[in-house]
């Protein structure tokens, strides 16, 4: 992808407003240009006493319209091309936030979050810039060069030469510094990413931290990469304390010799005060776009640098899409079937999966039981597309799972995992999640099958408390409730629970998943559980090991079998025995 190909749809949804904000800055430089003409008439005739009181009333409100003018259309101006950038940035980063909500978990297990804040927020604001002041910059540059370099020549142009000599210095100068800030502040909005998610990172890990009393330990870590972000900023404003001054030494000189030879000029009556004074106002304004050349550079660098970080992450294709969807698959009834499934996460990793077979059949309940790192998840992540599954290993309802349109897969088909996930927002609200419009009635119900209803109505707002980030404020138990009340209020086709009643204890387990399955007569579920106690009940039960399904049946079956799954059970019951629990 070249640099500009990401903003080029935005420039040209916008080009009405660009054009107006570059039509009232020729305007404005327009009137500019003209005022240093009008002092001119007024100086040469005050000099020549030509002009009486009343003529000098009629320049003073001429330019008094002028200010007027300047002010008015600088304000156009800058609603039209700067409002323009701010829309421009919101549109970007909707569009960032977007892309990156397509990608798959490949990327994001790859990404930090810091980095993708930093691309958020630093480098769109960059980019913002640049098509803001930056665009205003360029085309003044251009309009006053030519302008203020015809009037000066129009007014002397041996002067005009003379006033120019140190001009070609600054070429030499933009263009050398230019590359040394491009990659400057590519390793500035580098260390930025660093920093944020080094801080995001210590902050949404602060009980970690603080039970391990590792606060100074993180404090360390936080100084050490504040301190390498604050050495980058320092060498790029070095290279900008070099570049900026230079600029200003260069135009000095410029003025130095204006005021020498035309002062000399004047002298010799060659040219007239107020010529001399038009041509100094003149190369005042060339001045500026001499000294915005190096504000449009850094701008420039800048900008187009983030503009290429955020390339990269345009540039992302998502690994699980619609590629292959049949659009005629409008719902799902639920009955799932594998078929000699292998899988790994690598060329070079072990396989996850060796060939292994499965059914169950719509509206019935399917256990999922191993020990620790057999694949139990695994497999749901492959079930419901977190990962591709290889081409006809699995079908849901005899389509193959890469010909089902991902918002009819993940409508008819929820996962609560085992890693719970609550937003800082209102219990109800996280509730409601996949439903929005779902009423308090309905969440109050789900609450009630998921076992958290009385525990939410003893706080202090009930169902309006604010869970805090990442729910921190609830238990493990109850946010693993909360979830299973939100997959529940979404009535799914497809059910699955991944260990997520893991922190729950055994008898409020027992009784959520009894009153589950009964609810959910006529919709497939499956579970995965490391209690037996929690799966007795189950249609089927699969026990996966070494990669493959050791074992298969129902609760009674498997354990005349004699093999792994009563193994377990039997260390579970020891286990129960112990903690005075019934098994």
């Known amino acids: 992808m070249r ?12 080009y009405k407003q660009i054009i107006g904000g570059i039509i009232m800055l020729i305007l404005v430089d327009v009137v500019q240009l003209a005022m240093p003409k009008v002092l001119q008439y007024a100086i040469d005739h ?29 304000y156009f101006w800058r609603i039209l091309i700067i409002g323009n950038s701010h829309r421009i940035d919101r549109y970007l980063r909707q569009d960032y936030y977007d892309h990156l909500l397509t990608l798959s978990q490949n990327f994001f297990n790859r990404s930090k979050t810091g980095d993708l804040m930093a691309y958020a927020t630093n480098d769109l604001n960059a980019v913002r810039m640049l098509f803001g002041m930056g665009l205003i910059a360029a085309m003044d540059i251009v309009l006053m060069t030519v302008a203020s370099f015809s009037f000066m020549v129009s007014i002397n142009w041996r002067l ?43 902050i949404s890990g602060i009980r970690i931290v603080k039970a391990f009393s590792q606060e100074q330990t993180e404090l360390d870590k936080l100084d050490e990469v504040s301190l390498d972000f604050v050495r980058q900023n320092i060498a790029l404003a070095k290279i900008a304390g070099v570049f900026h001054p230079f600029m200003g030494f260069v135009i000095s000189i410029s003025m130095i010799i204006t005021l020498y030879f035309g002062g000399r000029s004047a002298i010799r009556g060659e040219i007239s005060i107020g010529g001399f004074i038009a041509f100094f106002q003149y190369l005042g304004m060339l001045v500026w776009p001499m000294i915005a050349i190096g504000w449009i550079v850094d701008m420039y660098q800048r900008g187009t640098a983030s503009l290429k970080r955020l390339n990269t992450i345009f540039e992302q294709k998502p690994e699980i899409d619609d590629s292959q969807a049949d659009a005629s698959i409008k719902s799902l009834a639920g009955a799932i079937t594998i078929k000699d499934l292998s899988f790994s996460y690598g060329e070079n990793l ?14 019935k309940t399917l256990a999922i039981v191993g020990p620790t790192g057999c694949g139990k998840t695994s497999l749901i992540e492959l079930l419901v597309r977190i990962y591709n599954p290889p081409q006809d290993s699995i079908y849901i309802d005899e389509h193959d799972v890469h ?13 609560v995992p085992q890693d719970i996930f609550l937003f800082s927002d209102t219990i109800a609200n996280n509730i409601r999640l996949g439903n929005p419009e779902t009423s308090l009635e309905a969440v109050h119900e789900a609450a009630k099958v998921a076992q958290v209803y009385d525990e939410i109505m003893d706080f202090d707002n009930k169902f309006d408390t604010m869970v805090g980030e990442r729910g921190i404020t609830l238990s493990g138990g109850q946010k693993q409730r909360v979830a299973i009340a939100r997959a529940l209020l979404t009535n799914p086709q497809i059910l699955i629970l991944d260990d997520a009643l893991s922190a729950v204890d055994t008898k409020t387990e027992r009784f959520i998943l009894e009153r589950l399955i009964d609810l959910r007569k006529g919709k497939t579920t499956l579970i995965i559980a490391h209690r037996i106690s929690s799966i007795q009940h189950a249609d089927k039960i699969i026990v996966l090991g070494d990669g493959l399904i050791a074992e298969r049946g129902n609760h009674a079956a498997l354990l005349a079998m004699g093999g792994l799954y009563r193994d377990l059970y039997e260390k579970q019951r020891i286990r129960a025995r112990l903690e005075g629990e019934e098994l």
């Open 350 to 363: 072990p396989p996850v999966f060796k060939g292994i077979s499965a059914r169950i059949d719509a509206g």
């Open 403 to 415: 010909s089902i349109p991902l918002q009819i897969l993940r409508r008819d088909m929820v996962l």
């Open 46 to 74: 005050l000099q020549a006493r030509t002009i009486d009181n009343q003529g000098l009333v009629y320049v003073g409100l001429i330019i008094f319209g002028l200010a007027v003018a300047v002010m008015v259309l600088r």
């Open 160 to 202: 005009t030469l003379l006033a120019i000599i140190p001009m070609p210095f600054l070429t030499l100068t933009i263009r050398h510094f230019g590359k040394k800030m491009h990659k400057r502040f590519g390793a500035v909005q580098e260390s930025f990413a660093t920093l944020s998610g080094r801080v995001q990172e210590s």
């Open 3 to 14: 640099t500009f190909d990401a903003i080029l749809p935005y420039l040209k949804k916008s």
